[in-house]
């Protein structure tokens, strides 16, 4: 059973572009997660999703992102108009039900954003 | 709100040596509390959990007890190996309806030299 899958690994903008982040859950898993990690910083939340619904987007920025998770393909985290404060490591976690004490986040491998 | 605070890295440590990193944690309530571990190139896993005052999580020789009074869940292992070269995370997640969201520290990195 392949591992969150988070594709590119490493993505270069210069300010002002678009930058997409792509997701693919575990198999069987219906629920996804978006986390940032600052330099020097812990992973913050952001976003939880299911199948085209947006359940929790508290940790999201107000302005130029947002996030989807389609009944079909990956999640994407979109961020437009990128500004060098936007570089950070993103990283997207799944699970095969929402809530409980039980139940277990996985991790995909994160995506490197640099905006120059 | 809820936050994580962990041992500032990095840490290096021979082979054998024993490794503590220390998590205090503040929060509301009754959360329940992870270490991640992320090795290089990969994706976090978790490593161990507790989920009420007292557990101790334990997994691959390391060990962390839940300790409500400190408020803190320090990880521990007795001898290290090289393989356990990674960055180590303290989680939490909140109780209540938002248990889905996890709260990070700031990651050790740990390097065990042969």
């Known amino acids: 059973n392949a591992g969150v899958m988070q594709n590119p690994r490493h993505l270069v903008r210069r300010r002002g572009q678009e930058a997409r982040l792509r997701c693919s859950p575990m198999k069987g898993h219906s629920h996804v997660y978006w986390y940032r990690q600052l330099p020097e910083e812990g992973l913050k939340f952001m976003v939880y999703?299911?199948?085209?619904?947006?359940?929790?987007e508290s940790g999201m920025p107000k302005e130029r992102f947002s996030a989807e998770f389609p009944k079909e393909g990956p999640s994407i985290l979109r961020i437009q108009q990128v500004v060098r404060g936007d570089s950070a490591a993103y990283f997207c976690?799944?699970?095969?039900?929402?809530?409980?004490?039980?139940?277990?986040?996985?991790f995909g491998p994160g995506t490197r954003l640099t905006v120059t | 709100g809820d936050s994580v605070t962990q041992m500032e890295g990095p840490v290096t440590l021979s082979e054998e040596a024993c490794l503590t990193i220390n998590c205090t944690y503040t929060a509301t309530g009754y959360p329940s509390l992870f270490w991640y571990v992320q090795y290089p190139g990969e994706g976090l896993q978790l490593l161990l959990k507790?989920?009420?005052?007292?557990d101790k999580g334990s997994n691959k020789g390391f060990e962390a007890t839940y300790r409500k009074e400190t408020t803190s869940f320090h990880l521990e292992k007795g001898s290290v190996q090289v393989s356990d070269s990674a960055v180590y995370f303290c989680?939490?997640?909140?109780?209540?309806?938002?248990?889905?969201?996890?709260?990070f520290g700031a990651g050790t990195t740990v390097t065990v030299r042969a």
């Open positions: 989680a939490l997640s909140q109780s209540g309806g938002s248990d889905y969201k996890l709260s």
């Open positions: 999703l299911q199948k085209e619904n947006i359940i929790d």
């Open positions: 507790a989920t009420k005052a007292d």
């Open positions: 976690a799944s699970s095969p039900t929402g809530t409980g004490k039980s139940y277990e986040q996985y």
